[in-house]
């Protein structure tokens, strides 16, 4: 009895104890921060993906995963970003997805800069030119010092990372791009995952070399922290696209005019006065060229002067054209990820345009309407005789009685017609006799 007794109590120790050490395994399970980068390479996005390394550093999480969907973005940014991966702690996965999506110009320099990188099958990755910078681009020479330098970017810090340094320098050099399982072939990526989860099992074990030295993976079971961008970093990401920049720009000049041209209205100048202060802070993040700027605001005045000079339309259309040359002028940039979408500048344009001109169209046909108060806005009435009308008479004019005179003789009861107002008098003609000369 007592060696049953003492059985049952070693059983339930042992039962203790292995749970007691799942629990603790399951504790121990690594976490991965997950974050989501589906945009041109910007300022506000490099500034999102380096907050959320250093974040995930302090956090003591196991490593950070970035999902990437980039057309490519600006040099500087994208040097931040790689800097920050080069630099980073903690190793930074790098996982083009889903299918679909594309590491083009920028991203693939990010990609490389991983310590895991990956890609999901039906992705690519390549195209990593630099392009010129200014109307009409670069000189040849100034070019050429731009490619060379991102050549030797881009082939260091493959070295660092054990890639293709060929390949991406053709990547560069030829606008080379490839197919995710190509770029497995050509040691360009590490894996091709169908999904995160398979690639943490690929990853599992595998050596990375970190700012503070080497580290094995252990990725095995691995949980994921999604995390999302924060409310701040989607405002600032969103503005800088190009296309939302610029049509915060128009919308601004366009609200700031309205309000000009009808003092008190106060809304529109509240939205334009808004709206082009989150524009001027986008031109601030983006290749902007000042001439596009300056072509715009010129057009705005023009027609400003619309309202003020009679010119039949010349300097509206002068506007018109103006509008259009900084438009496209606005972003220095031959990269389509940098440049405003003709999708969006087209119908915007469009629609800014005929704002403009309906405003002049209102504000003219109001100026030229017959003034209905005042002196002037009794000229051209009709009305009764009350009296006999000479130099002296009272008419009926307006549902008001008026001391009046007349060239001619004018009958009592006749109508009458204003011809001019002078002080509290004013001067009529008989309207029949008139009509009868």
Known sequence: ??????????????????????????????????????????????????????????????????????????????????????????????????????????????????????????????????????IGGADKTMMKKVENDAVAYVRGIANKRGRNEDWVERAVRKSESITAEEALRLKVIDFVSTDVNQLLIQADKKEVILSTGKRILKTQG??????????????????????????????????????????????????????????????????????????????????????????????TMGGVISMIMGSLLLFDSPDPALRVSWRVMIPVLTVICLFFVSVIGLVLKAQMRKQRTGGEGMVGETGKAVTDVYETGKVFVKGEYWNASSEKPVEKGKDIKVVSVEGLKIKVENIEHKQGE
Do not use: C, W
């Not at 395994?25 to 690594?30: C, D, Q, S, T």
């Not at 080069?86 to 990010?110: D, M």
């Open 1 to 134: 009895m007592l060696h049953k007794k003492i059985y049952i109590y070693v059983l339930i120790l042992a039962l203790f104890l292995l749970s007691a050490n799942l629990s603790h395994a399951e504790e121990k399970r690594p976490v991965f921060d997950m974050i989501t980068v589906s945009a041109t390479i910007t300022p506000p996005v490099a500034e999102y993906i380096m907050q959320s390394i250093n974040e995930s550093a302090k956090s003591g999480a196991a490593g950070l995963i970035i999902l990437l969907d980039t057309p490519g973005g600006l040099d500087l940014a994208m040097r931040d970003i790689a800097k920050g991966i080069l630099n980073s702690s903690i190793p930074v996965f790098v996982y083009v997805s889903p299918s679909g999506a594309r590491a083009a110009s920028a991203g693939v320099i990010i990609t490389v800069a991983a310590h895991v990188a990956a890609m999901t099958p039906g992705t690519n990755i390549g195209a990593a030119h630099p392009v010129g910078i200014g």
């Open 222 to 315: 691995a949980v994921i922290n999604e995390k999302k961008m924060g409310t701040r970093q989607k405002i600032l990401s969103t503005i800088s696209d190009p296309n939302i920049a610029y049509i915060l720009f128009l919308v601004g000049l366009a609200g700031l005019y309205f309000e000009f041209s009808n003092p008190g209205v106060i809304l529109p100048g509240v939205v334009g006065g808004i709206s082009l202060i989150l524009a001027f802070f986008s031109m601030q993040t983006l290749p902007v060229n000042y001439a596009g700027v300056l072509l715009i605001l010129f057009g705005v005045i023009l027609f400003i002067a619309e309202l003020k000079v009679i010119s039949h339309g010349i300097l």
